[in-house]
């Protein structure tokens, strides 16, 4: 489960509630692409704005729409208790793994994170994913502190955030990593525009954000990269350039891949939790001409 | 209201429940005291880790236990859904103003966080403060942005979160964003280590996390600064020193507050909700000399 492409699906919703429908088309897309797990309430399913019935209804539905692909949940919030909270409702709905990322008000210091990550790996039943991303949650693991969670029961992959662009420190990041880790831990890389990088480097998967949308393509590069063969990985990832641009410009991949999914008429728009605003504008203008010319599924 | 000194108590809780007992000592020390205004649910009131029932009931007992103090609610959250079912819930249970950090996950735009302020404001009856926090909600407010959010219906004050240490620049500063707002929207400094500078370059207020704890203390700073005795203010402030830089150490203040009403007895230990924890072991025991030693009240 936590190797190859695991595909992160927005949550489409608006202000009423989710969008059953969107969510399951997604859903389908994914499992007719052939991903190798699914990571539904991501960073990219917006599981922070949503509360906990609502992670329970979007559970739910993408376990029942999964059908054999394993569901990865998202159970982070800013409180041990409401993790706890969300660790138990996922298993309790078939979730295969369990995605934390130590979400935080307060900057949190290294000690606190390796208490909540002790605490919620006591009460699993199924493996954990331990997810870094400081872009969101502003805190930096050490590869030290990753060292210690990897101790605990039930982990077993990693998400980081990138990697080096350059391949021989992307290798060099990840052994140093891995060397750090038990063998039954898998790292994945994120942030997609580093990750055929990643992949080459020898992480074991992708999380992927444009999975969520487009999975061949994410698939083709991923493939790719499982056997061997490099340069068709850089090719296949450096074709998208412009959209990785799109991400930078636009402050990450969610809103760009939001209109995205508006565009290709999966969604309705809006189909974000305001405040929060998928790219409108000139932007989407730009995003279409884009899409259209490379060609994405 | 939103002049003065505006005081932030800890909100105690554990993981099973607010602890009201403790929560309604520290109101009663404020109103003892003579603050201006009470802060309930700010940064150090945790407003950020309880969910919608447990906001309500804190709002309830600060607004009961206040008498004619005025009580100021925080209401952000992630979500805009949110903000406003906290809003209604704040104004039904008879805050005085209201408090928005616009929090985040993924960093917001400033279109995104006008649209929040613009969506909240309508819905208000009651003055709003505009929360500026960059630490917590990780957005920076341009002064051109305040100053488009000062015009909007209800609002009426803007904490900022410090100003320049050194007394000319933090003049300056004051002045730049009031040349941006209407007369009737105050400025108030937090960043208790920069307070008496704030209030001394022309502050309205202080929003005090130590106010919330030690509130002779924080007025002694307060009144001095009104009286136009600026060095009195310096004076009494710059005695506070080894609190500053142990705020400074420790992360900010909330771990080192919560330690301190700990060990005034105000509160139980632990006071915080994990994954928080409250200043411990030898932290602890420099405070607990330092709070001898400084004698707060």
Same mark, same amino acid.
């Given at each position: 489960?936590?190797?190859?492409?695991?595909?992160?699906?927005?949550?489409?919703?608006n202000?009423?509630?989710?969008?059953e429908?969107?969510?399951?088309?997604?859903?389908?897309?994914?499992v007719?692409?052939?991903?190798?797990s699914?990571?539904?309430l991501?960073?990219?399913?917006s +599981?922070a704005?949503?509360?906990?019935?609502e992670?329970?209804?979007v559970?739910?539905?993408?376990v029942?729409?999964?059908?054999?692909?394993? #569901?990865?949940?998202?159970?982070?919030?800013?409180?041990t208790?409401? #993790?706890?909270?969300?660790?138990?409702?996922?298993?309790?709905a078939?979730a295969?793994? /369990?995605?934390?990322?130590?979400?935080s +008000?307060?900057?949190?210091?290294e000690?606190?994170?390796?208490?909540?990550?002790?605490?919620v790996t006591?009460?699993?039943?199924?493996?954990?994913?331990?997810?870094?991303?400081?872009?969101?949650?502003?805190f930096?693991?050490?590869?030290?502190l990753?060292?210690?969670?990897?101790?605990l029961?039930? /982990?077993?992959?990693?998400?980081?955030?990138?990697?080096?662009?350059?391949?021989?420190?992307?290798?060099?990041?990840?052994d140093?990593l891995r060397?750090l880790?038990?063998?039954?831990?898998?790292?994945g890389?994120?942030?997609?525009?580093?990750a055929?990088?990643?992949?080459?480097?020898?992480c074991?998967a992708? +999380?992927? /954000?444009?999975?969520?949308?487009?999975?061949?393509?994410?698939l083709?590069?991923?493939?790719?990269?499982?056997?061997?063969?490099?340069?068709?990985?850089?090719?296949?990832s450096?074709?998208?350039?412009?959209?990785w641009?799109?991400?930078?410009?636009?402050?990450?991949?969610?809103? #760009?891949?939001?209109?995205?999914?508006?565009?290709?008429?999966?969604?309705?728009?809006p189909?974000?939790?305001?405040?929060l605003?998928?790219?409108?504008?000139?932007?989407?203008q730009?995003l279409?001409?884009?899409?259209e010319?490379?060609?994405l599924?």
């Amino acid at each position: 489960m936590f190797s190859g492409l695991s595909a992160f699906p927005l949550t489409p919703m608006n202000e009423s509630g989710i969008d059953e429908a969107a969510f399951a088309r997604l859903i389908d897309r994914l499992v007719a692409a052939g991903v190798d797990s699914i990571g539904a309430l991501g960073s990219t399913g917006s +599981y922070a704005y949503l509360n906990r019935a609502e992670r329970e209804q979007v559970t739910q539905l993408a376990v029942a729409q999964a059908g054999k692909v394993p #569901v990865i949940v998202g159970i982070g919030a800013l409180r041990t208790r409401d #993790v706890l909270d969300a660790a138990e409702d996922a298993q309790k709905a078939g979730a295969s793994g /369990v995605l934390l990322a130590p979400m935080s +008000y307060q900057k949190l210091s290294e000690d606190e994170v390796f208490g909540l990550f002790d605490s919620v790996t006591r009460h699993l039943s199924v493996p954990l994913c331990v997810y870094d991303n400081p872009t969101t949650t502003h805190f930096e693991f050490s590869d030290e502190l990753h060292g210690r969670i990897a101790q605990l029961p039930n /982990v077993r992959s990693i998400k980081i955030p990138g990697v080096p662009v350059e391949p021989e420190a992307a290798k060099a990041r990840v052994d140093r990593l891995r060397a750090l880790i038990p063998s039954h831990v898998t790292i994945g890389v994120s942030g997609d525009v580093l990750a055929a990088t990643g992949l080459n480097a020898g992480c074991d998967a992708w +999380y992927s /954000v444009i999975g969520g949308l487009f999975p061949r393509t994410a698939l083709a590069i991923t493939r790719a990269a499982q056997s061997g063969d490099v340069h068709q990985a850089m090719r296949l990832s450096e074709r998208l350039q412009p959209l990785w641009e799109l991400f930078g410009q636009y402050g990450g991949s969610l809103r #760009v891949m939001a209109a995205a999914a508006e565009l290709q008429g999966l969604t309705e728009s809006p189909c974000l939790p305001l405040p929060l605003k998928a790219l409108d504008g000139p932007g989407k203008q730009k995003l279409a001409t884009l899409l259209e010319a490379l060609e994405l599924t």
